[in-house]
């Protein structure tokens, strides 16, 4: 310890003087520094153990910020009031197809939750409408709220992640470039990919759309993918590779939403 230090602490030593009252919680004495009248006497030990329990709830407040806040912090929604859907908020009756798919996703959000290391993909297909994303960010939600250890959750549109990285490539100050969103994708936990097919507008995609999208599945391999198009179309439309890698040890985890009607225009 250098003499400045240790003559620095001994002249604060010197300062706390004691007084006769006594602290309920510790029985020692209370103490005030002496020459400044504002500081009422405190107790030494409450003031330590403030101040850890302070240092420890930011902690908590950070690493809640780093993985539940990571959701709100890095998505590229649609809609912002997409990150409200829950699956409170997802209205069916017992018996129906709605029904159905909401079971279905719970059990999706259950194996997410309570197995962090389980590797699996799953896929959600059919009419636009019937409630596809509303579940997959339910499942979302609920890991992102429940899941302890915390994971990190990440959703994704498919047409929006697209454009911002075409925007990349015409300005390189934007954010989106492809190793941001590899990097996104793989510090993730869990992913969601929106609306897959509507970037193409009923065509091929395109060999930058495919080659992106794969790459979204190399850096991670606990993703949901949401699309309007069928089975069928999803093969027309990319890779057969590509397709696979959307179902990868999703065995039990591919949601048909074709019987479901599009529930926003109430028919």
Known sequence: MSNSMGNMIGTINRAVKRTDEVCPIHGTSLVYIQGVKKVKPFCMRCTIEQRDAQDKRMHEEYKVSRFRGYLK????????????????TFKSNTGTSEHYAKQAARQV??????????????????NAGAGKTHLAMSILNAVNDNAEPM????????NKLIREMKNWFGDKTQVWSPKHVAELVHKADLVVLDDLGA?????????????TIFDIYESN???ITTTNLS????????????VSRMQEGGAGHVIDFSKIRDKRRGL
């Open 109 to 126: 959000a259950g194996t997410y939750l309570k197995q962090p290391d389980k590797k699996f993909n799953c896929l959600f297909y059919g």
């Open 221 to 223: 391999q606990r993703i």
């Open 151 to 158: 994971q990190r959750c990440l959703f994704l549109s498919v």
């Open 231 to 242: 089975m069928d179309d999803l093969y027309k439309t990319y890779h057969s590779r590509l």
């Open 199 to 211: 970037e193409s507008a009923n065509s091929q995609a395109t060999s930058f759309v495919q080659d």
């Open 73 to 88: 912090g890095q998505s590229l929604v649609d809609r912002a009031d997409t990150f409200g859907y829950t699956f409170a």
